[in-house]
């Protein structure tokens, strides 16, 4: 079992916020944690206003037809490839590790997400079709670090960050995306998981914290982000840059 053992973790309620400050409290959160200044956490988020994220190398020459959209950036600490966050819900998993290799402990922690979305009725199984190097769309294709329905859906992708033997893994959950917004970046239409159309966000929240919780085997403390936190995290944490499309992208 790669994860490290820890009875208590943090849980930040849902926090509503615009991408830069998102990326940057997940690195904080990483970075304090890694300097055992912070307990493991789990958090949701959703993004507001709209935005595109990137990942951590994915390069700068994007589709053209993208100066033409009204839509902030910003870059994740992690990798993988673009990702529209609207109509989506993101999570966030702060901890540490004894060993094992990325793709272990992603699949490990994965758990609490296929566990989480069963209990809700849908059955999740990891991708396995190979990277796309040619779309830059995270969810033009389900790779094996990615979470798909029975007819290959793709509801939620990941990627991971480790740093010393601590770990950041986050992610998006496809819920209700605009299909126009959607096709317009990606040109394309959004995946359609089989998601049971009742569930609300707290329902759906409420059924994930309850399989983290046994999945790694703790307690949740209940815990927002504090004034003092949400200052040293605006004024000293990590956050990432952010732009407006120009032609010059």
């Not at 830069?20 to 300097?35: P, V």
């Not at 793709?103 to 079709?129: A, D, M, N, P």
């Amino acid at each position: 079992m790669p994860l490290k053992s820890h009875p208590l973790w943090r849980l930040i309620p849902l926090l509503e916020g615009d991408g830069r400050l998102q990326m940057a409290i997940d690195s904080w959160i990483l970075k304090q944690h890694r300097c055992h200044n912070h307990p493991p956490t789990l958090r949701f988020y959703t993004w507001n206003p709209p935005a595109i994220s990137l990942g951590r190398h994915q390069k700068k020459h994007l589709p053209p037809h993208w100066h033409t959209i009204p839509l902030p950036m910003v870059r994740r600490p992690t990798g993988g490839r673009a990702v529209l966050h609207q109509g989506d819900l993101c999570y966030a998993v702060i901890t540490s590790v004894e060993k094992g290799s990325l793709y272990t402990i992603y699949r490990e922690i994965s758990q609490f997400l296929i566990e989480g979305w069963r209990r809700l009725g849908l059955q999740l199984h990891f991708g396995s079709k190979q990277y796309c190097l040619s779309s830059p769309n995270c969810f033009h294709l389900a790779t094996a670090a990615d979470l798909v329905d029975c007819r290959g859906g793709k509801l939620i992708g990941s990627a991971i960050l480790k740093q010393g033997d601590s770990i950041l893994q986050h992610g998006s959950m496809l819920l209700s995306p605009n299909p126009q917004l959607f096709e317009q970046v990606f040109q394309s239409p959004p995946p359609q998981p089989l998601i049971p159309p009742s569930l609300s966000l707290p329902q759906i929240i409420h059924s994930l914290t309850a399989a983290a919780r046994d999945c790694f085997r703790c307690q949740f403390l209940l815990q927002p982000l504090s004034p003092k936190e949400m200052a040293d995290i605006i004024t000293h944490g990590e956050l990432p840059p952010q732009w407006a499309l120009s032609p010059q992208d």
